[in-house]
């Protein structure tokens, strides 16, 4: 990638993979700028899971009734959690990290999306925190924020188009 400016500009969120699995330095990069993410009061209340596991990322695309299915076509899938009990700003950390893999998988030329799963239910009423945490063992301390997929691309995106910010969304000194 050239420079930050062009990073945010083609990263999109993508939802189709091949098959071919996620390189162990293209992981270790993408927990290397999770790890790096800025944290309120330097508390650091994040944590993830790795799963590479086909079943394992099958089952966890059927964490939530809509919008987890992408999950089962990638070959790597990140939980991203927080502690609440370190920090009550378990959140937005969590949300930086997040933010920090889908750019560096971007930078590494792989495809990423987030999948929500704080505050989502599944088919059955379940929530889905609890069915993430069943399936990975989670302690029951952290929440799950979201869950991320990550793999090669299976398709291409457009870049984003900036004939179509909404700058009247950016106030200047007051509303």
């Not at 098959?19 to 290397?32: N, T």
């Not at 990140?78 to 502690?83: H, P, R, Y």
């Not at 945490?133 to 979201?146: D, F, M, N, Q």
Request: glycine content about 6%.
């Amino acid at each position: 990638m050239k420079d930050f400016s062009e990073l945010i500009t083609v990263r999109r969120s993508h939802r189709k993979f091949t098959d071919e699995a996620v390189g162990e330095e293209q992981l270790r990069s993408i927990m290397r700028a999770a790890l790096m993410a800025p944290s309120s009061k330097g508390l650091h209340s994040y944590e993830f899971v790795t799963v590479t596991d086909p079943k394992t990322i099958g089952h966890l695309s059927r964490c939530k009734q809509i919008g987890a299915e992408l999950l089962a076509g990638a070959p790597l899938a990140i939980a991203v959690l927080g502690d609440a009990e370190t920090s009550d700003a378990w959140i937005e950390d969590a949300s930086v990290a997040a933010t920090m893999m889908l750019l560096q998988a971007e930078d590494l030329g792989l495809g990423a999306c987030w999948v929500q799963v704080r505050e989502r239910k599944d088919a059955e009423g379940r929530d889905a925190e609890d069915n993430v945490r069943r399936l990975l063992s989670i302690p029951p301390k952290y929440r799950i924020l979201c869950l991320i997929a990550v793999g090669h691309k299976g398709a291409e995106r457009k870049p984003q188009n900036e004939e179509r910010l909404k700058w009247e969304k950016v106030h200047s000194e007051k509303w």
